[in-house]
């Protein structure tokens, strides 16, 4: 599974309620209907981190490896969406790719 | 070979200029038809130097079209050119193509374009000129300027230009309402018009993507937009498929796409690093790559995370985060990659526990943890996975051996509460074990703490229920289900659990002769039993309880039972296993009652008698001998019915449960008459056939086995495949011993050896053995020349009378030995010594 306090934009340091508090602003932003496979991965990430019982069990046991695409998670976060400049607008419509 | 052939048959041929015309000329024809455009634009050429014929010139016009759309195809761009550039100057055999035009635009010859667009606007076809116009709108919104200035005033590009141009500008200044006002003025039928689509896919990219998409599936793929409209696609890729369609996408299409979707350039620049990896780096790739980011990373993230990379090649892979420049691990970090390689290769249980033991052991030396802390509850969760993992106290009757995996578990999972108490499900899980082996003062200890902490809690008070029962405490016990019905009134459980108890209870005061008591037990069942769920059973042994005192009244009543329960077979089934269990055979009891031998049950019997099986195995009760062998012939008569398939499995999988094997192999033949080779029946066969002596089987029941295997796994029925590899892989390992009969284990030695021979047969003991082949021959020479008994004295004299020395045969003692040794709390020894975490991987 995917690093569930990416997933859920917390820290290792949550409490119950940040985590219940990221996850249901998680599932405001992408519901089932729209984003189903994000609601799906906000929910097992849920599930993952719920109870501090939870979190040192995913602490102890969970052995799955981190994937590039967490790791550029961690390092750099998405931020919201940006506009091409007219630049990168000419070079694609030169024909470049 | 081929090469020689090849030059000559070159040298056989005649060069094109011996050729006369005629020849000549369609040999040219021939290489324009075939598309070999080079021969074509030679031949045409030598034709024409001799005489320039129209026809000629048309031919070779074509075969330069040709040539330059090869060009095209392969990316020579440049090479198409001249090629287009050479069939222009042909003059009007050659009128102007689009595609030249195009070309020249796509080189960034703007000015050329625009002048033979200008010249050929009167002569190109419609959708020629539409898509060539569309190609200018590109250009000139890439900054192509001089395009408005070369072209007529009224030209569409010119016409629109300026909206489009406003549209972009306004678009990448993020003024969504003069974008809206630009793309307004821009009409359907505008060469912008595929760049329009997409100005309005790029407004609803992040709010609304299947519209975005919608209006992108309006675009048509050989558009003069589809670089950007393949970029904003990119943006709207799933999560899940973006690596690998931006791993196929071009540096500025992803860069455009990333930027769509909030990818700062250092990320955009890590994910370059990262790309170059692989699709799948290995491990110690990529957790080099974690270490040498950890300053954005995070120290303790990358330690952490990067320690799931070290599992599968474990122990080496230990000093890889040294190697990488990070710290190394410590002793509880080793011992936890240990811990998971363990159970990720899921080898010997009892390494694996010992794993979690000694990752425990690490945990609690190195703190003292305070009751409720994080590093209590950790000691507790790593005590309890070994059971977690594999369930084993969920099931597992307590082993008599005290040095059992299961009685190891158990322990360690009762050790976890000292750590963390606040657990209930824990205290029923090992209340409900030491239940299942009688172990009622194991079960009364836990028990106490637990009502203490959870006095209103129905599970434990279910529990505390079970454990009065268990002990004949019924008056303790009732007192238990008053308290559950108080909390809960409509707790079925309860009741029911009291019922059984009593209705046990009569039936151990018939077995002692106490007509008197075991009446008193039916009364109180009776009282529990609102329902009468219970009241055949209670007739039942109310009968039995009466033909100890009054034989013709009992008798009376129990054939009174059998016609209410339909005097079928299920019914007797009822009758005898309650007769079983006061102690009477079914045969002597039915005897007693005039009953003749039960009927072959029809299709709804049966179904009604396994139910009764599955009920009466659910309760803990096993099937007695004498009620298998009494029912055995008639059960086996109705495998001839007609049954579906999961009537059938389901037959099948009842008799496993009960061990009756005689009828479940009868069903599962007649199910594999049905179902040639049906994996689960082909199973369910052999196990019932050979009833855990598999080494017996005959070739043909091992390669029908085989085929059941290969079925199987074609129809992926997984459950079949790991029961049938189960059986099979014994069976494929030539020197593993087959289990011996209970007892025989003890006399292993020379004078076990005939024994031995009868059981596995002498091939397979030689084999055991670990004979060569040459020795293997010389004794089986030894046998035939000499007899059995030599062969015999020899094999005694060879292993040296030591029973040991019959290696696959290793002694009881000794593996007890081993596993007392592996279980040891040993806390305190020197296993705890940094070197010997390592010794944690074989």
Redesign the interface.
């Known amino acids: 599974m995917n690093?569930p306090y990416l997933t859920l934009g917390v820290t290792?340091e949550a409490t119950d309620a940040d985590i219940e508090a990221a996850y249901r602003a998680g599932v405001k932003r992408s519901p089932p209907e729209r984003d189903p496979?994000?609601f799906e991965a906000l929910r097992r990430a849920y599930e993952a981190l719920r109870t501090?019982?939870d979190r040192?069990?995913y602490?102890?046991?969970?052995?799955?490896?981190?994937t590039?695409?967490?790791?550029?998670d961690?390092?750099?976060?998405?931020?919201?969406?940006?506009?091409?400049?007219?630049a990168?607008?000419?070079?694609?419509?030169?024909?470049?790719? | 070979m081929s090469k020689k052939r090849n030059k000559r048959s070159a040298r056989n041929k005649a060069s094109p200029a011996a050729l006369p015309s005629t020849a000549l000329e369609s040999s040219a024809r021939e290489a324009l038809q075939r598309g070999r455009y080079r021969d074509a634009i030679a031949h045409f050429k030598l034709l024409l130097k001799r005489e320039p014929q129209a026809t000629w010139h048309e031919g070779l016009a074509q075969a330069y079209e040709g040539r330059a759309r090869n060009l095209i195809e392969k990316g020579m761009l440049k090479e198409a050119l001249v090629m287009w550039e050479n069939r222009h100057r042909l003059g009007d055999v050659a009128p102007l193509r689009r595609d030249h035009i195009a070309l020249l635009l796509r080189l960034g010859r703007v000015r050329e374009a625009l002048e033979l667009f200008n010249q050929a606007a009167g002569t190109l076809p419609p959708d020629a000129l539409a898509a060539l116009r569309a190609q200018l709108a590109a250009c000139y919104l890439s900054g192509e300027t001089e395009i408005l200035e070369r072209l007529a005033p009224e030209d569409p590009v010119v016409v629109h230009g300026e909206a489009a141009q406003a549209a972009l500008a306004a678009y990448c200044s993020g003024d969504d309402a003069a974008l809206e006002q630009a793309l307004a003025v821009i009409p359907f039928r505008s060469p912008y018009r595929d760049g329009v689509q997409i100005f309005k896919a790029l407004q609803h990219l992040a709010e609304q993507p299947d519209q975005a998409l919608a209006l992108l599936a309006r675009v048509p793929a050989e558009s003069a937009f589809a670089p950007l409209h393949q970029a904003v696609e990119l943006a709207l890729a799933p999560e899940q498929e973006l690596t690998s369609r931006l791993a196929d996408a071009g540096e500025i299409t992803r860069r455009f796409a990333l930027t769509l979707r909030g990818w700062p350039p250092e990320r955009q620049a890590l994910f370059d690093e990262a790309r170059r990896l692989g699709d799948e780096p290995p491990p110690k790739a990529l957790l080099q790559f974690l270490y040498r980011h950890r300053g954005r990373l995070g120290d303790a993230w990358v330690q952490e995370r990067g320690r799931r990379l070290l599992i599968d090649a474990a122990p080496q892979s230990l000093e890889w985060p040294r190697e990488a420049g990070g710290r190394p691990l410590s002793k509880a970090e080793m011992v936890q990659v240990g811990a998971w390689q363990a159970e990720r290769q899921r080898g010997d249980p009892w390494y694996t526990l010992q794993c979690w033991e000694l990752l425990a052991q690490h945990l609690e030396s190195n703190h003292s943890p305070a009751p409720g802390s994080d590093q209590a509850l950790r000691i507790a969760l790593v005590l309890r996975r070994f059971d977690q993992q594999s369930d084993l106290l969920a099931y597992t009757t307590p082993s008599p051996e005290p040095d059992a995996l299961d009685r190891a578990a158990a322990h360690l999972v009762e050790r976890s509460l000292d750590y963390d108490p606040d657990a209930p499900q824990v205290y029923l899980r090992l209340i409900a074990y030491h239940l299942r082996g009688k172990e009622l003062k194991a079960a009364r200890r836990l028990l106490e703490p637990a009502l203490a902490r959870w006095p209103d809690d129905t599970q434990v008070l279910t529990a505390a229920l079970d454990t009065a029962v268990a002990g004949g405490a019924f008056k303790k016990a009732a007192g238990f289900a008053r308290r559950i019905l108080a909390l809960d009134p409509i707790n079925k459980t309860a009741r029911e659990r009291l019922v059984k108890a009593h209705l046990a209870h009569a039936r151990k005061q018939i077995c002692n002769a106490r007509p008197d008591l075991a009446r008193q037990e039916l009364e109180r069942a009776g009282a529990w039993d609102q329902h009468g769920r219970f009241r055949t059973r209670r007739d039942i042994v109310e009968g039995l309880t009466t033909l100890a005192t009054d034989a013709q009244a009992g008798a009376s009543a129990l054939r009174a039972a059998n016609q209410r329960l339909g005097d079928g077979f299920t019914g007797r089934l009822i009758i005898g296993l309650e007769a079983a269990a006061v102690g009477r055979t079914p045969k002597a009891l039915f005897a007693d009652l005039g009953l003749s031998k039960p009927r072959t049950p029809d299709r709804e019997d049966l179904m009604a008698c396994l139910a009764q099986l599955r009920e009466h195995l659910d309760s803990g009760a096993r099937l007695p001998p004498q009620v298998a062998t009494y029912f055995e012939t008639a059960l086996k008569g109705a495998a001839r019915l007609e049954f579906s398939f999961q009537e059938f499995e389901s037959a099948c999988e009842t008799l496993r449960r009960c061990h009756w094997e005689t009828p479940r192999q009868a069903f599962a033949q007649a199910a594999l008459k049905r179902w040639k080779d049906a994996p689960v029946f082909a199973w369910h066969a052999f196990e019932a056939k050979y009833q855990g002596a598999p080494w017996q089987a005959s070739t043909t029941d091992v390669r029908r086995l085989e085929r059941a295997l290969e079925q199987a796994r074609e129809q992926g029925d997984m459950r079949s495949v790991q029961r049938l590899l189960e059986v099979l892989e014994p069976l494929m390992m030539p020197f593993e011993p087959p289990p011996l009969p209970p007892g025989l284990e003890q006399e292993l030695g020379p004078d076990a050896l005939p024994m031995l021979i009868d059981l596995v047969g002498l091939d397979k003991l030689l084999d055991m053995l670990g004979l060569s082949r040459e020795m293997k021959r010389q004794l089986k020479e030894v046998e035939r020349q000499v007899g059995r008994q030599a062969l015999v004295e020899l094999l005694g004299a060879m292993i040296g009378g030591e029973p040991d020395a019959l290696l696959p045969f290793p002694s009881p003692e000794g593996r007890a030995e081993g596993r007392r040794h592996r279980a040891q709390d040993d806390r305190s020894s020197d296993d705890d010594a940094p070197l010997n975490q390592l010794d944690l991987f074989p």
Not at chain 1, 59 to 66: H, K, Q
Not at chain 1, 68 to 72: G, I, N, P, T
Not at chain 1, 74 to 86: G, H, L, N
């Open positions: 690093d290792a496979q994000r501090r019982r040192l069990a602490e102890l046991f969970d052995t799955s490896p981190p590039l695409d967490e790791a550029l961690k390092a750099v976060p998405t931020s919201a969406p940006q506009r091409p400049d007219a990168q607008f000419a070079a694609l419509l030169r024909g470049e790719r």
